[in-house]
């Protein structure tokens, strides 16, 4: 048993210890000073809008972490730098904020590239090289500055993990460690072997995840060479297939292997395409298991998906040897660029004000995952489950996009409708609407002086009426009575 | 049958008590109810859940018979039934039972258990403001329980027993407890309620069913059958606003709620049009926000048509293109969806091959993934059940299948998928209903089976010798007394 005295001491001790630590580590292992000419402070104040009444914003500030990787570049993770108003830099963890402009941004990468004009910012910094290949596991830290000290502290490798990216739906590879370190921040730089190994991205408890060099490194050099062209991604849908009766009924021979494409959506367009009930044998050479994995030289055992952003970008071709009609076939598969809009709810829209039309007091709005988020981070569940149905839906060219009438601003003018809110739009006087701009161009064709609002089929309402000659009269008088700056907020066309 | 078993009293003494009964004292005609109720296990069609011990209350009505909720005597196994001060069971039975209704009548085999008593009268809707007594046997206690409130208000309530039908109900601030159930609400020696339900969360809110509700069960057993409240399956909204009131050239007064939505009802596709207004329904007019002023209460106009039986017609007047049209409008009971509500004393259907699980989809199966169902169960499924009638009724499945689970067996012990999917095709036969799935496994006798699921075109494929191999294996390795039940 412990004694309280010597209970007492090693607390103390290990307080000490914990404090002490970062410089210990830094001055045995690592170029302390190294790092503290590459690690950069990054202040970046945005507006968050109000989804629900899409003319109202807020700014928000956020604080995160940068990386001298070039001469005048700073390496960060794209998020928190949508719908930015101010990004503001700070080098060494304290002194003066330099204004930095964002030079190149890809959300679905998760990447950015910051630049400061100012040429004082820059005396006395020095770019860390990338890491090529995986870290050693054994030698992990992760770096950045607080209250004016650099702390770095090793922390324990947990495994690689395939997973959606933060700002997108395409997945990401992420290496996963455990950490000591509260609330480490955005885009922290992962160090091994005196280089940069990755930035970290996520975190939950002392869960951290980290995008790894080799993607970043991948993703820069494309950009460096003027070529990227964003990331590709599979849009095809594929199960597990360890069933040995459905390779019997596919008549594959052999061993059960590669999994099966059970869904190949309408859009996007891909030339050369997969199709139901392929199985997918091999993936750029790899063998794919009945689980969907592959052995990957650098990560172990890892899902397919990550064979469409391992090195590849969309408009490159993936080969896939696909067992298909009792014979093998190899498809030269083109990949697809992500777009928001590749998806009936789009997840996220950045840089740009959130559309929305009013019309007589009903506010029309773009049916996507930010209005959704609008209930909350449980929306799943407490948003209307019609409109949440929709996101298991997929957009065709007849139905690329839907409109939703969010609720109405009461007035007299729609005295009646005043209870009704988040129903999707399918008709405003007789034309099928799919997005703002449709639901303006039909309000410009009333119906007999009338115009005539048909919702989508369901449980609820399915038709309003207003009058088409008072409407700019209403608009006015509701955008007054509301504060609301002005009535619509559109997209280019 | 009689019970012997609990009827500890001696003749004399029994006969005295029923001595002392007299009509004025209507809690001599309140009974308790004791039940034992067994339901099934929807996930595990063939099997039943444990059994369940539960009491209520009731009244004795015209007819030697028992009123009570249809809730307190579902799925009974065993029905008791005790009176007033007196310690004897009486086994008793269900005579009818409307589960959209919440009503029920028990019959007892002994004679022996109406002597003496008077039945209770039945009275009319009480007026809000006024004072009603609950009687009825409570958890709290052993003895009867009076509370006493007045009508806080009535209007159209949703059945919380069968979950999907709104009817006519009472709210009271008297007490209404668990064991309250099914027992009468007096007022002036009269029965003008049964109380049935509370609300959650709520504070001296108590619901009871009316006597308008009370006489539409009543009168439709009387040919021997219940059959239900008929419902036009039409969609009335209010129509206040001023634009499309001038639209379908109506007067701007207070009258006329819209036709918006016509659901899958033969009669009033035929007869009805979207867009028709209603101005009365039967006797009464309705008013714009879809009301109609019954028995002095504002109460939603489907309240008209819960007065007509089934198979009969209501009279409309109808504000249609311009002009004033009437219209008799056939009723009868919905029963497209009934999967979507609560289902009682019907044992669920099911086939089982290969050791794979196959029972309709209904609202009892989602239930079974437990009190947070609708967080659990795939938006496939939901939609499917509440949505697509509304929304693609041309693609309606009369009976969408579920693979509830897959029992483990060598037959199917590869299968990726275990359970809880709903199934689209099986060897190309789209499942329409549940018999669909045995005659598309009967079409493929040797290869293998193809089994497709909804949403996305998962698929198992099912050895078509094995499976049929695996019959006997499973069903006694499970415990299953059958492969089906249809």
Known sequence: MISPRLFLFLTTAILFWEVASPVTHAATSLNQSRWEQAIINIESTRVVYDSMQPWIKRPRTYLKTGVVIAPREILTAAEDLQDRTLVRVQKMGRGQFYEAEVVWLDYHANLAILTVKDDAFWKGLQPVPLLRGAPSR??????????????????????????????????????????????????????????????????????????????????????????????????????????????????????????????VPELPVVEENLKPMDIILQVDGFD??????????????????NLSIRGKFAGDIVRFTVW???????????????????????????????????????????LNKPFLRSWGDDWKRRAPFRLVYYDNEFPTPDRPSLVVMSFVLPDAYNL?????????????????????????????????????????RSDTIRRIVLDASQMETANARILKRYGIPKAESLSSP | MRSHKFAPLGLALWIALIASLSAADPEKSVVQIFTFSQQPDWSAPWRMEGLRRGSGSGFVVKGKRIMTNAHVVSWARQILVRRYQDPRPFLARVAFIGHDCDIALLEV???????????????DLPKVRSTVVTYGYPAGGEQISYTRGVVSRIEIQTYVHIANRSLLAVQTDAAINPGNSGGPVIQDDKVVGVAFMGAQGLENTGFFI??????HFLKDIEDGRYDGFPSPGVRITPLHN????QYLQLPLNELGARIDGIQAQEESERLLFEDDVLLQAGPYPVGSDGTILYEGNRVHVMAAFHEIQNGESIRLKIWRKGKEVEVA??????????????????????????????????????????????????????????????????????????????????????????????????????????????????????????????????????????????????????????????
């Open chain 2, 329 to 486: 409008l056939p009723l009868y009971v919905q029963k497209r969806d009934i999967a979507a509500g609560n289902q009682y004393d019907v044992l669920p259907r099911y086939f089982i091959h290969g050791g794979l699980v196959f029972t309709p989809l209904s609202l009892d199966y989602l239930k079974t993934f437990g009190r947070n169902w609708s967080d659990e169960v795939g938006a496939e499924m939901a939609y499917e059940l509440f949505y697509r009638r509304h929304e693609l009724p041309n693609t309606v499945r009369p009976e969408p299948v579920v693979l509830a689970v897959v029992l483990a067996d060598p037959a199917n012990a590869s299968f990726n998928v275990k359970g809880g999917v709903m199934v689209d095709r099986i060897n190309g036969v789209r499942i329409e209903k549940l018999e669909d799935v045995i005659s598309a496994f009967e079409k493929v006798k040797t290869g293998q089976h193809l089994i497709e699921f909804l949403p996305k075109g998962t698929f198992e494929c099912l050895d078509a010798e094995a499976a049929v191999q695996a019959a006997p294996r499973v069903l006694k390795n499970y415990g299953i007394p059958e492969d089906r039940r249809l």
């Open chain 1, 416 to 456: 009646g409708y005043q209870d009704l809110r988040a129903l999707a739009v399918e008709k405003v006087n007789g034309k099928v609407v799919r997005n703002l701009r449709e639901v303006k161009e039909a309000l410009s064709s009333p119906q007999k002086g009338y115009h005539i609002i048909e919702f989508v």
């Open chain 2, 210 to 215: 009316p006597p308008n509700i009370i006489r």
């Open chain 2, 109 to 123: 085999e002994d004679e022996r258990f109406f002597a003496g008593l008077d039945p209770l009268e039945l009275g």
């Open chain 1, 288 to 305: 794919i298991d009945p689980q969907g994995r592959y052995l990957d030289p650098d990560y172990g055992q890892q899902i397919l998906e």
């Open chain 1, 138 to 263: 054994d030698d992990l830290r992760v770096a950045r500055w607080l209250n004016a000290n650099l702390e770095i502290r090793r922390v324990e490798f947990s495994q690689y993990t395939m997973d959606d990216s933060r700002l997108s739906p395409i997945p990401a590879l992420y290496l996963e460690f455990d950490s000591e370190m509260k609330s480490i921040g955005g885009s922290a730089p992962l160090i091994s072997g005196g280089k940069l190994a990755g930035i970290t991205c996520q975190q939950v408890d002392n869960h951290v995840r980290a995008l790894t060099a080799t993607f970043i490194s991948s993703v820069l050099e494309e950009r460096k060479k003027g070529n990227y062209r964003g990331l590709g991604f599979f849009p095809f849908y594929w199960q597990p297939t360890p069933n040995t009766a459905s390779h019997k009924y596919l008549k594959l021979p052999g061993e059960p292997r590669g999994v099966a494409v059970i869904f």
């Open chain 2, 242 to 245: 001023f634009a499309y009131r």
């Open chain 1, 324 to 366: 298909r009609d009792g014979a093998i076939r190899v498809v030269n598969y083109r990949l697809p660029r992500f777009d928001y809009h590749l998806r009936l709810l789009p997840d996220h829209v950045f840089d740009r004000e959130p559309e929305y039309l009013i019309a007589g007091g009903l506010v029309m709005v773009p």
